[in-house]
């Protein structure tokens, strides 16, 4: 990991949004305080130069450059004025009577001016360490006048104002730096939740959504923490809802074989069993198995939670009808049924749609007396099951489609109590909808509704008597 990677792993993000606010405050500042210098800078400095020019043109017209005149006025006015004069005719430099102090203000550019190959010359000298502005202007034929001033006065004005933008910068760093971590303090406050949320999920296992506030990105993120917790606590319940459920309905048939598998091993030992009893045994083991291997398949597939997304395509719904009606007819060998569909296009799974549907005619062969008849239609996609029994009571009709749920009735017979559960599971993923009834001639009726289209065939009757 980079040091880069390390130092931001171990500054809070609260720390990095207040850093980043004072740098980005403290960069604007210092780019508009350069650009404030530069600009105040030059505008002194123009300033100067206007000033030092337009006071040259007129002591020129007033004669400061005739012959004499400047060594006769006293150096106390030059002073007081903080002006430097000096005139330059005919190669030779007069200035007031201190004699030699005009001379370093003069250089080439000032004898251009006089020479008349320039009109005026602006520039800046050191002297002894401080600096002057230098302005030269001609005043007649070889003859130029020339001022000069200390820019001390501005460099002090340069000085004070530089102190000025170092106040400001800092204070308004310091401001930004306040300010960043109120705002970034008050912005993370819902993150912090969510991290306590997390903390608190991991040590105590314990699924609360939190309150959402406001309608920003934040409170988007804690919909969707929350969203997350609900699927999570969803999961967990069907997972101990499985367990639960394994446990008690595994405990019985379990039970049952070890018994029959002892009583085989002791009549190895000696016990005496007749080849009757022992075929009886075997029988009801084998039974047991198939009981177990179906129980486990019902668990699996309730215990699968996913949307409809392995592979569905079009698949006829009265085809899979007709598989399971000749499934169910070969173990209900007693029971006639009656079935009349029409082609209907849905897109979905067919083994998950044949095994429910193979679950409602199962259903209904159980519950048919012998010789009973099991009535099956598939008119508009909608696939109706009624049977001949004794039906279903207005107390246990709106559990049928719970797990593991038996009637009185229903506890001595085979089953698991959950063939009617995965039906509803499969019309869930597949946009449908599944419903129980009471049949109009007695009995039951079950209804699996499916989103799909006709297809264009007659329908097919086949009536009970051809079963």
Sequence with gaps: MRLRDRLSARVSLASRVTMLATVAVGLTLAVVSVAVYLTVRMQLVDSLDESLLRRAYAAAEAGFADSGVVGTIPPATFAAADIKIAVMRAGEVESTPDGEAARPYVGPMEWEVAGGDRGHSIRTVNISGTEFRVVAVGAGPGTALVLAQSLQPTHA???????????VGIGGMLVAGAAGWVVASNSLRPIRRLTAAAEQVARTQQLTPIEVTGDDELARLTVAFNSMLIALDASQHRQRQLVADAGHELRTPLTSLRTNIDLLTQSEGGSELTPHARKELLADAHAQVEELSTLVGDLVELARDEPLVRNPEPTDLAQLVASGVERVRRRAMGVDFDVETQPWLVVGEAQLLERAITNLLDNAAKWSPPGGIVTVRLLDGELTVADQGRGISEEDLPHVFERFYRSREARTLPGSGLGLAI???????????????????????????????????????VPASQQ
């Design 157 to 167: 004005v340069l000085e004070r104002l530089g102190v000025v933008f170092w106040v």
């Design 423 to 461: 039906v509803q599971q499969t019309a869930n993923r597949h946009g449908g909808t599944v419903s129980a009834r009471h049949a109009l001639g007695g009995g039951a009726e079950f209804a699996l509704r499916l989103p799909g289209e006709p297809l264009t065939a007659a329908p097919v009757a």
